[in-house]
C-alpha cells in the first residue's frame, strides 16, 4: 500500500536551501553596499567639486567641504532640504507603508520593494549633500530586503524569513564600514537578541561574505586611521571616570532623537521644515566645515588628537542641536555614526578638563580619550554594548591592550543608562504612567 501524502503537508525546506539564501543574502548585501557607497561619493564629489575624476579617491569629505567656498557649501545644503522633504513627502504620501527592520525581524512583516529602496536611496544622497544623520541605515534596509525576498522565494519557514532579514542587515552594515565581525555581533545582540547556534552560523556567514564582496569595489578599507595609545594609570581612572559621565550624555541623547523622529511631520509640513533646516545648517557650515555628513570627519579629527577643547565644544553642540532638528524635520537616516562623533567630542571637552585640573602625571592624550568616550557613548545612545566594542576595534584597528579602559567605560556608562532607566520606571510607575525609554533604532 502506498503511503499518500496529505495535501496541507508541506515539506520543510532543506538545509541545502537554506545555505544557498545565505550565500546569496551575503552576496547580495555586498553588492548592494558597494553600490550605494559608489553613489555617496559620487554625489559628494560632484555637489563639493572635489576629486571628480575618481569614485574611491583618497581626499576626504572634511576636505572636500573645506575647500568649497561657503557660496557652494549653502546651495548644496539648500539643495539637501530640496531632495529630503519632496523625497520623504513623495514616499509617504505615494508609496506603500515602510516596514522597518526591526518590524520585519519581529514581526515578520514583508519589506515593500519600492518604499524601501527609495527611503534607502534618500538617505545616502541626503548624507551626501551634507545631512548630520547616518548613512548605515541604507545598506541594512536593503540588505534586509535582499534577505527577505530571498527567503520569501525560496519557501523558508517564517522563523527563517526573519532571521535572513536581520542577518542581511548585518550584512549590509558589515559590507559598508568592512566590520564584517560588527555586523554579525550586531545581528545577534540587537536585532536578534540570541547567540544561538541557528542564528551564529548564518550572522557570521553572510556578514563575512558581505564584506569580502565589498572588497573588491571598495578595497580592504579601515574607518579610521590613528596614532599608537599607550595605556596607562591615568587613562584607566579617566575611563572610569568618564564612563558614567557619558552614560548620562548618552541616555539623554537618545531620547532627544527618539522623540525627533516620533514627532517628525509626514505632511505638507515635511518639505518646508526640511528646507528651513537644512538652509540654515548650510548657513552655519560658513564658519563649520566639519558639520555636514556623518560625523566621520570630526570623529576622526578627535581621535587623532587635533581638535582644540572650544572647536571640540561647539561642534559637539552644533552635531547635536542639527542632528536634533533634522529628524525633526523629518529627514532619515542612522545614528551610528552620528553617535560615534558625538561622543569622541564630548570626551575631548571632558579630558581638556580632566588636564586643566589635575597635575601632569595624570595627563590623558585626548585621542585616547577620544576613542574611549566614543564607544562609551555609542554602546548606550544605540543599546549595544558588545557590538559598540566591536566596532570600535574593527573601525580604528586599536591594539588589543586598549580593550581594559574602553570595557571599563563602556560598563560604567551602561550601568549608569542602566539606573537612570530604573528611575524613570519607577517615577512613571509612581505617577500611574508607563515608562519610556530609548532604545536602539535598528532600522
Given at each position: 500500500m502506498h503511503r499518500v501524502t496529505e495535501p496541507h503537508q508541506v515539506a520543510a525546506p532543506s538545509l541545502a536551501t537554506l545555505a544557498a539564501v545565505t550565500l546569496l543574502t551575503g552576496v547580495g548585501a555586498g553588492v548592494a553596499g558597494t553600490l550605494l557607497a559608489a553613489l555617496l561619493h559620487v554625489v559628494q564629489h560632484f555637489a563639493f567639486g572635489y576629486a571628480t575624476d575618481t569614485v574611491f579617491g583618497a581626499q576626504s569629505f572634511l576636505s572636500g567641504v573645506s575647500e568649497a567656498s561657503p557660496e557652494r557649501r549653502f546651495a548644496v545644503l539648500t539643495l539637501c532640504g530640496v531632495?529630503?522633504?519632496?523625497?520623504?513627502?513623495?514616499?509617504?504620501?505615494?508609496?506603500?507603508?515602510?516596514?522597518?527592520?526591526?518590524?520585519?525581524?519581529?514581526?515578520?512583516?514583508?519589506?515593500?520593494?519600492?518604499?524601501?529602496?527609495?527611503?534607502?536611496?534618500?538617505?545616502?544622497?541626503?548624507?551626501?549633500?551634507?545631512?548630520?544623520?547616518?548613512?548605515?541605515?541604507?545598506?541594512?534596509?536593503?540588505?534586509?530586503?535582499?534577505?527577505?525576498?530571498?527567503?520569501?522565494?525560496?519557501?523558508?519557514?517564517?522563523?527563517?524569513c526573519r532571521l535572513m532579514v536581520a542577518c542581511g542587515a548585518g550584512a549590509g552594515l558589515a559590507a559598508v564600514y568592512n566590520v564584517p565581525l560588527g555586523g554579525a555581533i550586531f545581528v545577534l545582540e540587537v536585532l536578534l537578541g540570541t547567540f544561538a547556534w541557528r542564528a551564529v552560523l548564518p550572522a557570521f556567514a553572510t556578514s563575512a561574505i558581505a564584506a569580502a564582496v565589498a572588497w573588491i569595489g571598495m578595497g580592504a578599507e579601515q574607518q579610521y586611521t590613528i596614532p599608537v595609545f599607550d595605556v596607562s594609570a591615568p587613562l584607566i581612572v579617566w575611563a572610569l571616570v568618564c564612563g558614567p559621565l557619558v552614560g548620562v550624555a548618552a541616555w539623554a541623547y537618545a531620547r532627544l532623537t527618539e522623540n525627533a523622529r516620533a514627532t517628525a511631520p509626514r505632511d505638507w509640513r515635511l518639505p518646508v521644515f526640511a528646507l528651513a533646516n537644512f538652509m540654515v545648517l548650510g548657513w552655519v557650515i560658513a564658519w563649520y566645515p566639519q558639520l555636514p555628513g556623518n560625523g566621520k570627519g570630526p570623529a576622526g579629527l578627535a581621535f587623532n588628537g587635533e581638535l582644540t577643547?572650544?572647536?571640540?565644544?561647539?561642534?559637539?553642540?552644533?552635531?547635536?542641536?542639527?542632528?536634533?532638528?533634522?529628524?525633526?524635520?523629518?529627514?532619515?537616516?542612522?545614528?551610528?555614526?552620528p553617535g560615534l562623533a558625538n561622543g569622541a567630542l564630548l570626551a575631548v571637552v571632558l579630558c581638556g578638563v580632566w588636564n586643566g585640573a589635575l597635575p601632569e602625571v595624570m595627563t590623558v592624550q585626548l585621542g585616547a580619550a577620544a576613542l574611549i568616550g566614543a564607544t562609551a557613548f555609542l554602546a548606550v545612545s544605540m543599546r549595544m554594548p558588545i557590538t559598540a566594542v566591536v566596532l570600535a576595534l574593527e573601525f580604528t584597528h586599536v591594539n588589543q591592550d586598549f580593550l581594559a579602559p574602553m570595557l571599563l567605560a563602556v560598563a560604567g556608562a551602561a550601568c549608569t543608562a542602566r539606573w537612570i532607566d530604573q528611575r524613570v520606571a519607577t517615577t512613571k510607575s509612581r505617577g500611574n504612567g508607563s515608562s519610556t525609554v530609548p532604545s536602539a533604532s535598528a532600522g
Open positions: 531632495v529630503a522633504g519632496l523625497g520623504w513627502f513623495a514616499v509617504y504620501r505615494f508609496g506603500a507603508k515602510l516596514v522597518s527592520i526591526k518590524e520585519a525581524v519581529s514581526r515578520g512583516r514583508a519589506m515593500p520593494v519600492g518604499s524601501t529602496l527609495a527611503h534607502a536611496l534618500l538617505q545616502i544622497v541626503t548624507v551626501a549633500l551634507g545631512s548630520p544623520l547616518g548613512r548605515e541605515v541604507a545598506p541594512r534596509e536593503l540588505g534586509s530586503l535582499i534577505g527577505d525576498q530571498l527567503a520569501r522565494r525560496a519557501g523558508l519557514t517564517p522563523e527563517q577643547i572650544a572647536l571640540a565644544f561647539a561642534l559637539l553642540a552644533l552635531r547635536v542641536v542639527f542632528t536634533w532638528s533634522s529628524l525633526r524635520a523629518g529627514a532619515a537616516g542612522g545614528l551610528l555614526t
